[in-house]
């Protein structure tokens, strides 16, 4: 493995992730030969998707104590666009956890971005109802949730709605389904209500090029799912468990959002399944089939007239 991608194979591999399967296995023909020095062969394939969102400016930031929306108190700047006292807050490309920056960078959304832009929502006047341009195929879990909590609120109080552009996958309709509304378009795509976690096992091609990797635990569970060693049923197992339960809380979330239009049950069945546009509107995904343009028009003009 390249030292230089080793951050980017700890949010990968052997962690659970709100990706809809063809994102993941996308990014592995990218950029899987260049984590791990060699081919990477994908033992499960479905049909491989490549997906980039747009990139801003990233100005730094922690996250506890929300420094990145005070950093915008401070300059007198709404972290989010405007139009007629509707604030406007893109969920594009892949959703990542931590990420000091306000709107996409590289094809990425913070949820630490995300939570700055809907707190300063929830707190300023002006804003009389937000729109979440919704554009991904999902992310990690690590901050999923919360962010889903913090849309969940925010629907409480002002009126929301989700316009999906394209797609709305995995960790993407996890947001979306916070909403008050769903809009998406003719052609578009929603759903992929699960969970995906991915091990690789270099041990055989290690084994072929004549390298031994001696692994010295302290402790029999240190080294679990490590990649050098074929993964055991135990750790398989307690994975496997680990997904479960967070997809049985990814329908619970969407359950609630999606209030009175889709069940936790109905949820579950999907078995992370993907719906065009007509199949996930009779599900009770979204709330009809629309021009993303239009759509926000309507909402507009509906805010201001309430």
Excluded: C
Aim: charged residues 20%; hydrophobic residues 40%; aromatic residues 8%.
């Amino acid at each position: 493995m390249s030292f230089r991608y080793g951050h980017v194979a700890q949010r990968v591999f052997n962690t659970p992730l709100l990706y809809d399967p063809r994102k993941a296995e996308a990014f592995l023909q990218g950029m899987g030969s260049r984590i791990a020095g060699d081919t990477v062969v994908i033992a499960n394939p479905a049909g491989a998707t490549d997906h980039v969102a747009f990139g801003n400016g990233r100005p730094l930031a922690g996250k506890v104590g929300n420094r990145l929306e005070r950093a915008y108190q401070r300059a007198n700047m709404l972290p989010f666009d405007m139009i007629d006292n509707v604030a406007i807050i893109p969920i594009e490309g892949s959703l990542v956890h931590k990420g000091g920056w306000i709107g996409s960078a590289s094809g990425e959304t913070s949820y630490q971005g995300l939570q700055a832009q809907i707190s300063a929502a929830r707190k300023y006047a002006g804003v009389k109802g937000v729109v979440f341009e919704v554009d991904s195929f999902g992310g990690e879990v690590n901050g999923g949730f919360e962010t889903a909590a913090a849309i969940q609120a925010l629907s409480r109080e002002k009126p929301t709605l989700s316009i999906l552009t394209d797609f709305a996958y995995s960790a993407g309709y996890l947001q979306a389904s916070q909403a008050r509304g769903i809009v998406m378009p003719e052609f578009g795509g929603a759903g992929s209500i699960g969970v995906i976690i991915m091990h690789a096992d270099y041990s055989q091609a290690l084994d072929q090029d004549g390298i031994k990797v001696t692994i010295i635990r302290s402790g029999k569970k240190k080294a679990d799912g490590n990649p050098y060693e074929p993964l055991s049923a135990d750790v398989a197992g307690r994975w496997q468990a680990q997904a479960d339960q967070m997809r049985d809380k990814f329908a619970e979330t969407v359950a609630k959002g999606r209030k009175n239009r889709i069940t936790k049950a109905k949820a579950l069945a999907t078995e992370a399944d993907v719906y065009d546009a007509k199949q996930a509107l009779a599900m009770g995904l979204v709330d009809a089939i629309g021009d993303p343009i239009e759509a926000f028009d309507a909402f507009v003009k509906e805010v201001n007239r309430s």
